[in-house]
């Protein structure tokens, strides 16, 4: 079953396969003896768990450090049949690691936070019994995440890819009974694994192209074979990158399958900032630049994935202008950054990507995780609200920025990490967000203008609507009695949302231009542009974004909104589009139009008219035939002699005119 | 020898049913229990006996009579093809005796002897390589299920046995013509002796390809003969579904491998586009009516539908990885399935009602059900880690590069069937176990029994086993694919 | 040739007539109360009679200037006609008792009616033929309308009367064509005269399909066959019995051997016929049985339908390669066919109440569970009808079908395919009664009639089992055929 | 005479006779009917009996004879039964048992 160890390599990679077992354990620690352990036990293992994952990936970095080529490390053999060969191994190299320690140590604080909010909003949820499940799930995602970044072959790569999307479904539907109509949440999960399960038969496509073209799915007899193999074939990289590409729409929220973001939302705060904004959305981008030697060999596929990202990019932006919601905003934020990334590795500019990546890592979980301070204050404020006064409080939408205002005051610390990380995404020097998008940015600039000026675009929109959200939430005056009564939350969430902040500050340090660690470090592993710093293009967005801000200022800034009914000032002067905008275009709607319901209804026609009307009726009707002909004959047994006769005088009569005719 | 006791010994458990008084109940569930446990032990031994490379082990060939100087003989042998089949049904069957516990209180002795009767009708379809002594067992599994749809089954199940019965007797029918054919021209009826002559009924074998194909379509099914399936799953007890859909079913795609390929390897070759095209239109079709089901029990049924759908693809993608994968499938089905089914029957028998209206947020109320019952449908929806992806992810990924079909376009379109299976497994997920409880009824609902637990636990076992670690299974597998594939190569070499 | 061994050659025929005579005396000595003595003293002439046809048996001797034969063919018809006739006097006793319709003349009419039977396996001319087929005849004529008052009872017998008489009619202007065509009546004398070309053909053709129609009237084949659901319901039910076995045996017995003695050069011309009334008769059969809701009046149509399987293998009868594999099918098909009818029969036996009556399919609801024995051994007969292992109707179909697709008549195997598959439908019907519907009948089984059940069960199944002995018995009388 | 005449007048016989059973209602005519048949065929034996120079055919036309009379006595012993019980002899009357 176990592989032996092939080459000489520095035993410290050995410990790789711990970035999966240690969550394994802490599952299995949590599952059999939690119930006994209680929720802070509860939440220690599973932090430890994934915190030691990351000192894991730690121990792997400091190995890589002197071999940099990096090294797989087989664990077992899966299954073999027909040239089909598949092993378990763990791909440690440059990449990969990096991808470990971004999602293990945003997984290790979001794991901390949790212990904290949970208890709250588990409370708050009416169940708390599902609080050990909820970090069960979350560690399930750690080990499934940690499989798809060390993934050594195609197939693993895809195990732990549709891993994550199961721990997904299961935790954006969490709280299953509840939403609206108690019914919402499980249904945002069910779309998000649906929608993603489309892309991934895009990618399940691309595995078997891979497959046939290349006789193997491990990376290390594909990626060196690329030219060879595209030689022989033109036209299969581009298809296989073309499947791939809709495997990562799906994944990373790419149009046009990024429609179920938003609505995973539902799932607890912890998760939005761990699966849906830092770690499992950039799988996408992660196999990408993976793959980035089939990119390579196919320029049209990367123009296609270049316009997709831009178009992404812009588009979110443009939508999360018009959100209400805090964490809606966040969502289509975060579908824009993807969109970056994806841009990015379409121009060519994989480092970029994956600098962008670790960034956004940092600063997105840090926006997430704030947003979940103030949503849990929020839902504390009410039911105080709501035993102060005896009465029941008016239940307002905890999430709903109308509802908010002036928390400054009330929550200063999380203010001033939600100011870092708002800034830091809006691109402001020298916050780490400035560096990584302005990579991106640059990149464009010397590839192609109308992609730089649809991002200088979006990063414009970014800027405004990240001022606009700190603008609603934090100044102006209270909305709310439950914004009035809001109070800053407890050192168990706001610890770790220091840690991010800190981290999003000094993030660009990994990839400082001149220094551009991470593009030596990544080297070892893809192949690399040198990127140069292009200070009229920092320039360029720098002060776009400071002038977004400062438009948001004049638009949120100056005249606050005063009553959580009144309008959005936007929508006051752009009428009818803001509304468009804030229906999100009613891209919902439409794909209801154009393929759910259509589904449903050539579904309903095979189910009703088709089988159980004519294929079953066909059978029914063969049984009745015979039955039918059966009562039909039985009448000429009528019971009369003379004509029982008359059918044997018929007999011979035949038979004699037959033999005469034939005689 | 083994063989004859391990097809046989269920009957002994018939005799000591037979002689116990009708009010010992539970003696006679667990005379049952025991005796289809001891054949489990049995199907081991037989295991631990088995060499994969050797072809067919532990053959048995005893002259039984002679029709006209054509010899039928009784003659068993076990490879690896069968072998999984044997395992499967023999680690079944006490798995639902286990399930009828409560289940059934109405002339238990019936019951019982019924299904013991069937497994051992099922073991000699499995194990017999003469093409009579195959029929004869392939018949004699239809009448207990006919009791069992029949007598203990719901509502409607008169019609539905019925309606089983004969849908499978026309293509069985059928195949006994092809089989005596096959006697007539070839003089044997044995399997290996046929697959060595097959110049002598090479005229004829394309409608012989059609004829034993009839047989195995609608036991398979494969649309659009699949129209019993859903009656008789639905009226069926639970035992009986579990049985009906992770065995009975597997009969059919074990006969086209087994017999259509084996003996007609040219037929085949040309017959495979035209059973790939019904197999995706299977695939998709059944996933489209399961997802239109309001009834729990007939959105597995369907589901089964699609899932021999992917079995059958493997099947005619005739290279190693999609006929292998086929095989690890129609396990993975029998398990998969054969868990859902019974679990659907456990809470049938707490709330008498299949209806998804009737359901809904039971994950608060019974969450070890639940839970076990989500990792069940996970399975069925082919998601990696538990059995269901290995099996589907080699038979498109065989299908996808198969030279037979010869198009990448099958498995292309065979595989949007693994998004739409998650659109009508999702769908009962969340109509089960999701949201609110609304119906006040089943707040009071006690979640598993120990019994229960006994029953699912080692399905889920093997659940997670196979998707973590299926060599095992190829192992056995593999070797016999091989030289299957080898035969219908050397047809496809001479076709084009 | 002695006049010794002469007798010696009808030697059971002959046990069984002095009996019946015998009997017909000693019966009225009988007390009325006691009858169940005459019906043991026939049983035990029967047996007399089956212990002699088994001594005897074996050798091939022509005897009384070759009117008569005894072969392998003869002996295996004999075996199967004494059988039939001790499970028919198992199922009166008590069943006349009931109806009230007991008298001793029942069991000798019934010893004549074997008596003709057995001769009819052994005529080896034309006037034997005649001659068996009236001594088997006219008492089932009688028994047939032996429940006298019953108008239904009579109507079967007068029904049957007229048509078997009518049938009569064309065997014998059949035969006199044949007399006239070849100037022979002894088999022999007609086969050399045939075989010489010495024949008119026309007349001869004729002739045979006259015989044709005749036999196929006794057979109950299409359309000849309207009398048999009528005759079936009307008389008594173990007389019902008796007919679909032993009468249609016999009726195949000469069809089978003038054909295969006399006829074997006319196989062009009468196979097509041969073709289109066994497929007319398997489709008539079975479609008409799937609609009835009387259990005679089903079984009637199923022994329809099984006249038309043999038929099918009877087809290719003029086939110098397969033709006696055809013969041979055929004997054994009788067999298992017969074996599983009197079973059936007898659960209607024992299912009547008053005379005709309580035979409704309805009236078996819930048997199966009340009488769990009972039950099984009626499925068993009704798989067996239908042709499902393991049954030794499976192994009949199954010799069967492969006769047939032999000889190259795969149409015709297809169309009873198709028929089988309707059949199974009906046959399974019994069944759901029986164990799918509830009811609450009290049954009284006589102790002689579950004999019969059980033995025809057990031998249904256990033959099955191992079905080579007994292909190879039907071989062996075939290949014995003169 | 020639053959061909008695043969002709043996297959009108038999016509009618066969034309009566189907057409007449009262069973005695019927079986009257019946008679011809057989006396038909009777008179084709004893043709081709003095055709052949044969004695074969006569003597069958005895035990034709003897055969029929025995019929006789069964067929009219029924009929008189079921007068006894109809008060009739119309076969169209007897058709309880059908279907």
Redesign the interface.
């Known amino acids: 079953m176990f592989l032996s160890e092939t080459t000489s390599m520095d035993p410290l990679f050995l410990v790789v396969p711990l970035v999966v077992f240690l969550p394994l354990l802490g599952i299995l620690v949590n599952w059999l003896f939690g119930k006994r352990l209680g929720e802070k036990a509860i939440g220690t293992i599973a932090s430890l768990a994934v915190g030691g994952s990351f000192v894991v990936s730690l121990i792997l970095l400091f190995a890589l450090r002197t071999d940099p080529q990096g090294f797989s490390v087989p664990l077992m053999q899966w299954f073999t049949v027909g040239g089909l060969d598949i092993s378990w191994s763990f791909r440690v190299d440059t990449l990969s690691v990096v991808m470990m320690l971004a999602v293990n140590l945003v997984g290790t604080l979001i794991h901390i936070y949790a212990i904290g909010y949970m208890h709250e909003d588990a409370i708050h949820q009416g169940d708390p019994t599902r609080y050990r499940r909820f970090f069960i799930f979350m560690n399930l995602f750690i080990i499934a995440m940690m499989i798809l970044v060390s993934a050594d072959n195609f197939l693993m790569l895809f195990v732990g890819w549709e891993g994550v999307g199961l721990c997904s479904y299961l935790l954006i539907g969490f709280w299953f009974d509840k939403g609206e109509g108690g019914i919402a949440n499980a249904q945002a999960g069910k779309k998000a694994f649906i929608t993603t399960r489309i892309g991934d038969f895009g990618l399940l496509i691309a595995i078997f192209l891979i497959f046939w073209a290349f006789g193997s799915l491990n990376f290390g007899d594909i990626f060196p074979r690329v030219g060879e193999v595209a030689a022989n074939h033109p036209g299969l990289m581009l298809a296989i990158t073309l499947f791939m590409l809709m495997g990562v729409t799906g994944k990373s929220a790419q149009i046009p399958l990024y429609v179920w973001l938003p609505d995973a939302m539902a799932g607890p705060t912890p998760v939005s900032a761990l699966i849906h904004a830092a770690t499992m959305v950039t799988a996408g981008v992660y196999l990408m630049t993976r793959s980035q030697a089939l990119y390579l060999a196919a320029p049209a596929a990367q123009n296609v994935v270049m316009w997709v990202g831009a178009i992404t990019a812009l588009f979110a932006a443009i939508i999360a202008v018009a959100q209400f919601d805090i964490k809606k905003v966040l969502a289509y934020s975060t579908i824009s950054q993807l969109g970056y990334m994806v841009a990015a590795v379409g121009l060519g500019a994989e480092t970029a990507a994956m600098f962008h990546l670790v960034t956004h890592a940092f600063f997105k979980a840090l926006l997430f995780l704030s947003s979940g301070s103030i949503i849990l204050s929020l839902e504390r404020a009410m039911e105080e609200g709501a035993q102060g006064s005896g009465s029941h409080a008016t239940n307002i939408d905890p999430q709903d920025m109308r509802n908010m205002g002036g928390l400054r005051k009330k929550m200063p610390t999380t203010f001033w990490v939600y100011l870092v990380g708002a800034l830091t995404l809006s691109g402001i020097a020298p916050l780490a967000g400035f560096f990584s998008k302005d990579e991106i940015i640059a990149a464009a600039n010397n590839t192609n203008g109308i992609i730089f000026v649809v991002l200088v675009a979006a990063a414009f929109l970014t800027a405004f609507y990240m001022g606009r959200q700190i603008l609603m939430v934090f100044f102006g005056k209270a909305r709310t009695k439950a914004a009035s009564l809001a109070k800053e939350s407890a050192p168990l969430i706001t610890v770790p949302l220091i840690i991010l902040a800190l981290l999003s500050i000094v993030g660009g340090a990994i990839n400082f231009p001149g220094w551009l660690n991470l593009e030596h470090w990544l080297e070892h592993t893809i192949k690399v542009h040198e990127s140069t710093f292009q200070l009229p293009v920092a320039l360029i967005s720098l002060s776009i974004a400071l002038i977004a801000i400062l438009i948001a200022w004049l638009i949120y800034g100056r005249k606050p909104l005063a009553e959580s009914t009144s309008k959005d000032p936007l929508a006051r002067s752009l009428g009818g589009v803001f509304t468009l905008v804030n229906q999100k275009f009613k891209v919902d709607e439409l794909y209801h139009f154009l393929f759910i319901g259509p589904y449903e209804k050539l579904a309903d026609f095979f189910a009703h008219p088709v089988d159980q009307g004519f294929i079953d009726g066909i059978a029914n009707g063969l049984g009745n035939l015979a039955s039918e002909t059966g009562s039909w004959l039985r009448k000429l047994q009528n019971g009369f002699v003379r004509s029982y006769v008359l059918s044997i005088v018929a007999g011979i009569v035949i038979i004699l005119i037959y033999l005469l005719v034939r005689v | 020898m083994e063989l004859v006791i391990l097809t046989f010994f269920p009957l002994v458990g018939v005799l000591i049913l037979v002689l116990l008084a009708p009010q010992q109940k539970n003696a006679m569930r667990y005379v049952a229990l025991i005796t289809s446990l001891l054949t489990f032990g049995l199907s081991l031994w037989v295991l631990s006996k088995f060499n994969p490379a050797g072809g067919i082990n532990m053959a048995i060939e005893l002259p039984w009579l002679r029709l006209a100087n054509v010899p039928v003989e009784f003659y068993l042998g076990i490879d690896g093809i069968s072998i999984l089949m044997v395992l499967l049904t023999t680690f079944l069957i006490p798995i639902a005796i286990l399930s009828s516990w409560n289940a059934i209180q109405e002339q238990v002795k019936g019951f019982l002897i019924f299904f013991l009767i069937l497994e051992t009708g099922m073991l000699g379809v499995f194990l017999a390589l003469d093409l009579v002594l195959f029929y004869v067992f392939w018949e004699l599994t239809l009448i207990p299920m006919y009791f069992l749809i029949g007598i203990w089954g719901g509502e409607r199940r008169i019609y539905a046995s019925i309606k089983f019965v004969l849908f499978t007797m026309s293509g069985s029918l059928l195949m006994l013509l092809a089989i005596l054919f096959l006697g007539i021209n070839a003089g044997s009826f044995s399997q290996p002796t046929l697959m060595a002559n097959r110049q002598l009924f090479a005229g004829a074998e394309m409608l012989l390809f059609i004829a034993f194909a009839a047989a195995f379509a609608i036991k398979v099914p494969i649309f659009p003969l699949h129209t019993w399936l859903p009656d008789a799953h639905v009226e069926a007890p639970t035992s009986g579904s579990i049985v009906l859909a992770a065995l009975m079913l597997k009969m059919g795609a074990y006969g086209f491998l087994r017999f259509n390929l084996a003996l007609f390897p040219e037929a085949s070759v040309r017959a495979a586009p035209v059973m790939a095209i019904l197999a995706i239109i299977g695939i998709l079709y059944g996933a489209s009516v399961a997802f239109m089901q309001k009834d729990v029990k007939k959105l597995v049924a369907y589901s089964s539908v699609a899932h021999l759908g992917f079995v059958m693809l493997g099947i005619f993608a005739l290279n190693q990885e999609g006929v292998a994968g086929g095989i690890l499938q129609m396990v993975n089905h029998g398990i998969s399935t054969g868990a859902l089914f019974l679990m659907v029957g456990m809470i049938y028998e707490r709330t008498h009602t299949r209806e998804f209206s009737k359901f809904g947020g039971l994950w608060k109320v019974i969450p070890v059900y639940s839970g076990l019952m989500i990792v069940v449908t996970l399975s069925s929806a082919g998601l990696p880690g538990l059995n269901g992806f290995v099996g589907e992810f080699s038979i498109l990924i065989g299908a996808f590069g198969s030279k037979v079909l010869g198009s990448p376009w099958f498995a292309g379109v065979a595989t949007t069937g693994v998004v739409l299976a998650a659109v009508y497994l999702l769908k009962m997920i969340e109509k089960m176990f999701l949201g609110p409880v609304t119906n006040e009824a089943n707040l009071s609902l006690k979640d598993l029994s120990a019994r229960e637990l006994a029953t699912i636990i080692p399905l889920v076992v093997v659940i997670f086993w196979i998707g973590i670690y299926p060599q095992p299974f190829f192992n056995l597998i593999n070797p016999a694919v091989e030289q299957l594939l080898q035969l219908v190569q050397s047809a496809a070499m001479v076709l084009h | 040739m002695s006049q010794m061994s002469d007798l010696l050659t009808i030697l059971p025929v002959l046990i069984v007539v002095t009996w019946a005579l015998l009997l017909l005396v000693v019966d009225l000595w009988i007390p009325k109360q006691k009858k169940g003595l005459t019906a043991l003293l026939a049983v035990i002439g029967l047996a007399v009679a089956l212990g002699a046809s088994l001594a005897t048996s074996g050798s091939t001797t022509l005897a009384f200037n070759q009117m008569v034969v005894s072969d392998g063919f003869s002996d295996f018809l004999h075996i199967l006609f004494l059988g039939s006739g001790m499970a028919a006097i198992a199922l009166s006793y008590d069943y006349l008792k009931r109806m009230q319709i007991e008298r001793g003349e029942y069991y000798v009419l019934l010893l004549f009616s074997i008596a003709g039977m057995m001769l009819m396996a052994q005529a080896y001319n034309?006037?034997m033929v005649?001659?068996a087929l009236?001594l088997l005849s006219?008492p089932i004529?009688?028994l047939s309308?032996f429940a006298?008052?019953r108008?239904?009872s009579?109507?079967?017998?007068?029904?049957y009367?007229?048509?078997g008489?009518?049938?009569?009619?064309?065997i014998?202007?059949g035969?006199?064509?044949i007399?006239?065509a070849s100037?022979?009546?002894d088999f022999p004398g007609i086969a050399a005269t045939l075989h010489a070309g010495q024949v008119n053909?026309?007349l001869f053709?004729?002739g045979a399909?006259?015989l044709?129609?005749g036999f196929?009237?006794k057979v109950a084949a299409?359309?000849?066959h309207?009398?048999t659901?009528?005759v079936y319901?009307?008389a008594p039910s173990s007389i019902s019995a008796f007919m679909s076995v032993a009468v249609k045996a016999a009726g195949f017995a000469s069809l089978l051997r003038v054909f295969m003695v006399l006829f074997p050069g006319l196989a062009d011309?009468m196979t097509?016929?041969l073709w289109g009334?066994a497929a007319l008769t398997m489709v008539?059969g079975n479609?008409?049985?799937?609609?009835?809701t009387n259990l005679k009046?089903l079984l009637a149509y199923s022994s329809i339908a099984h006249a038309g399987y043999i038929l099918m293998a009877f087809v290719s009868y003029g086939n110098k390669q397969?033709g006696s594999?055809s013969i041979s099918a055929a004997l054994f098909y009788l067999l298992a066919y017969g074996l599983a009818s009197f079973g059936a029969w007898a659960i209607v036996v024992a299912m009547e109440k008053d005379y005709g009556e309580g035979l409704f399919l309805e009236d078996l609801s819930g048997l199966g569970?009340r009488y769990?024995w009972l039950g099984t051994a009626m499925?068993i007969f009704m798989?067996s009808f239908a042709g499902?292992?393991?049954t030794m109707g499976?192994w009949g179909k199954?010799?069967l079908?492969?006769t047939t697709?032999?000889a190259g008549f795969?149409s015709l195997?297809?169309i009873g395919?198709l028929t089988?598959?309707?059949s199974?439908?009906y046959y399974?019907?019994v069944?759901?009664f029986m164990?799918?519907k509830p009811g609450e009948k009290e049954l009284q089984v006589n102790p002689w009639v579950g004999l019969v059940i059980a033995v025809t069960a057990i031998a249904v199944i256990a033959m099955a089992l191992?079905?080579?002995v007994f292909?190879?018995w039907a071989n062996q009388a075939v290949m014995l055929l003169q | 005479m020639p053959t061909s005449f008695f043969l002709a007048l043996s297959a009108i016989m038999f016509v009618l006779g066969i034309l009566g059973v189907l057409l007449r209602r009262n069973a005695l005519v019927i079986f009257m009917s019946l008679e011809l048949m057989f006396n038909a065929a009777n008179l084709a034996f004893v043709t081709f009996a003095n055709q052949y120079q044969l004695l074969t055919g006569q003597i069958f036309v005895f035990f034709i004879m003897a055969v029929a009379a025995a019929e006789v006595a069964v067929g009219l012993a029924l009929m008189v039964a079921i007068f006894r019980n109809k008060g009739s002899v119309d076969i169209d009357q007897l058709n309880s048992l059908k279907g």
């Not at chain 3, 008489?165 to 064309?170: I, K, L, T, W």
Request: proline share 7%; aromatic share 18%.
């Open positions: 034309l006037i005649f001659l009236e006219i004529y009688v309308g006298s008052g108008s239904i009579e109507e079967s017998a007068l029904k009367f007229l048509m008489a009518f049938a009569s009619g064309f014998l202007y035969t006199a064509m007399f006239g100037g022979h009546i053909p026309v053709v004729i399909a006259l044709l129609v196929g009237f299409a359309p000849f309207m009398w659901p009528d319901h009307g011309q097509p016929i009334i008539m479609l008409v049985a799937l609609m009835q009046r397969f594999e569970k769990p499925l798989l499902i292992p393991l499976f199954f010799y079908f492969r697709i032999q795969l195997a297809l395919i089988s598959l309707i199974v439908y399974l019907r069944v759901v164990f799918m191992y079905p080579g292909v190879a």
